[in-house]
């Protein structure tokens, strides 16, 4: 959707924003003498687009402060997560006490002393800021109010004043960029929430080159945030971002800078949003990538190639190599370390003058020519070792003899360059031809290059496609150029986009706040790890928008602590406690593709968390989740709508079939659905001889003809999931009584026994199963008990909430869902 409108509306608001401010502050000029109403009066002649931000001296008063704070002495390390025994033994002590004798909320961070030395710093630069107007003091007094350098306590009204004078004051691209931010997210209740105005300062601030606005804007514009979806506006600012990028990774050392990834999900160590095996991310089909990618595995891993490499085991040795070159989450990189691994596996194929060892394992060749190529790359690129050409040719050459892939593309890259080699594109283009006959990416992209220079759009193509199965940044940002540029196709603007997305994406290095929202998340720092992981959301990395919501979410578990202790929850911040923002941030990660996001935003419609209570659009959340992406947590969250009639008429036989789709999408959830079932069938039972008006769970076998569990689970096991379900019930009716396979299992699903049968208590089958089921029945009905009741008391504070919230001010924390404004951060709703 596009209107002309939208083109002059940053235009449109910087007129306003300046009349508005120009027309409020300037009559207050004649009373007031004090340096900020000074700035009121710039603001009407000078625009803060395109100012130039002169060189001018520090001042010696900043050069004081600075000096006094870099010599107070402060730790600057402020970790709540106890380290050792004693820190535990502290730690927990300290709560207890507070606990038992307190009894009140452990005070806010903002109540912390400031130190003297500090606190006569701050003295300093606030006399130069109000003066002098002096814009080093005034970024310095942000930053600290900001971020709470030095131990001076955070206060985001304070930071949000200093960064919004510097921003009019000299256009200072940082400030508005953060004022950006801050209207953007409220963050702080600095200031209300306003995404017209972020869409402004984003804009003056990518006028002026910040990248960190214009990935910004391209995520807006995008994702239609604040702004109508406008392809040709995410375009542009996301090409800026790329071309960055691209220069950046060219700028490098041969083969170009590595760039380094540091985004994960933080709930993904856990299992994902909702836990092991309930959450999309770690069930069905992603169960196994979620166990190899976690921490443990990897020290595991590590552990066991030691182990084989003691033993002399090279293709270990190798790996130890490869891993500690290439580094990995928990396994910062260690040239020395690999440089040494991988020469103990060439040196046991090459003797000292270059000649292959006559005696060497059988089937050496391959793995010592692979690190023969390392080898040769570190000292190409003078990775822990001092770079030379010479050295590296000389590594290249052995491996190219055995016919390693990456010696052929870095024999390429010296030809194709001349270093150490006179320049020679025809040798280069064969090495490349023949490293990527190897579906080496890097060479498959310097060959797409060669035949785009030639002219051959539809080769180079190919090429580029091929490396950019890989993943390669280079790659997505050729054919996003050639999209673009409309280079051998229509131009297209939504591809090129999507792919320059993907490209800036993969530059988080250069332009995100990943390591520092990681590393303070991994000291158990929340506060510390949410600004910076706000700021990549803002930036449009889902993984960064699910670990925002996952940080401010409160409600992980239904039977959390909090419900049961009072004071649990109060140990949060005050910045912690915001399941609006949560709201937001869960619903454009789910807009993203992350399943997981959109059931949490059902989950918080249905509950009323941050938002008013709306079962309609949690309905709709949970099945766009699970007809759309399989997700079993989704199609359960259905039939308990269903079964207790939250959204729908009550329907205990639609219950039954979203219960049922749930066991078969998901096999980790087997027994909370088949607990449920029971429950499901107890309520039925007691509907029917009641003579209750609910839609009763039926035998409709006309229709599905009746499978057994046993005929079920053994199809399971023998087939691969996904086939299985393709053709479920085709194959039934030619399917045999008579198992051979199932016999083990034929004692433990007896009462399993088909799909749609009724609750049937066999007495004879003996007492105590009988009892059994009886007494998980009653803790379920108690369970259920429970949810509802902290449903209805959650609806019940919601309310308070947002009274309390029309009070404070007359729209509220967020938008109703009629008001115009919803579109601004609910960025356009589920389903409509
Ligand atoms: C913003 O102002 C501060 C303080 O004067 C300065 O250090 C910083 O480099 C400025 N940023 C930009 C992008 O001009
Ligand atoms: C303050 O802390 C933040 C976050 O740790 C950091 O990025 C920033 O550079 C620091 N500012 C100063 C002036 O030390």
Redo the contacts with the bound molecule.
Sequence with gaps: MRTPFSHFLPLALLLSQTIAAGSSQLPADESATTAVVDHGDQLVSQSPLGET?QARPVSPQVENAWKTLRNAKITTVRTEKPTGLLGNALHYGRQAFRILFLNGPSPDKASRKVQPDVARAVEELKKAADEDAD??AM?LLAEMSFHGNFTYPRDFREAFHWYND?AWLNG????QYMVGFMYATGVGNAVERDQAKALMYHVFAAE?G?TRSEMTLGYRYHAGIGTPKDCDHALHYYKKVADKAIEYYRSGPPGGHTMGRDLYRWADDEGGAYGEGASVSSSGRNARDAAQSSEASLEDVLEFYDLLSRKGELKATFGLGKMNYDGARGLPRNFRLAMRYFKTVAKKYWNKDGSVNPNHQAGLDKLAAKAAGYIGLMYFRGEGVDQSFATALSWFKRGVVNGDALCQYEMGLMYLHGHGVPEDAFKAANYFKAAAEQDLPAAEIRLGALFLDQGDVATATRYFELAANWGAMEAFYYLAEMSNFGIGRQSHCGVAAAYYKIVAEQAELIHSSFEESNAAYEAGDKEGALIPAMMAAEQGYEHAQANVAHLLDEQRSLLSLSSILPWAQKTRSSLLRNAALALIYWTRSAKQANIDSLVKMGDYYLSGNGITVDADKASTCYHNAAEAHHSALAYWNLGWMYENGVAVDQDFYMAKRYYDLALETNREAYLPVKLSLLKLRVRGYWNRITNGDVNPIREDENQRPRRTFKEWITTFIENDAEEFYGDLYDQQAAEDEDFPGARPLESDSRHEDGYYDDLEFDLDEGMLEGLLIVALAAVLMVLVYMRQQQQRRNQAQNQNDNNANANQNDRGVFPRPDDPDFRQWVAGGVGH
Excluded: E, R, S
């Excluded at 200072?172 to 400030?175: I, V």
């Design positions: 931000h814009p080093d970024f510097l200072n691209t940082t400030a002026g910040n």
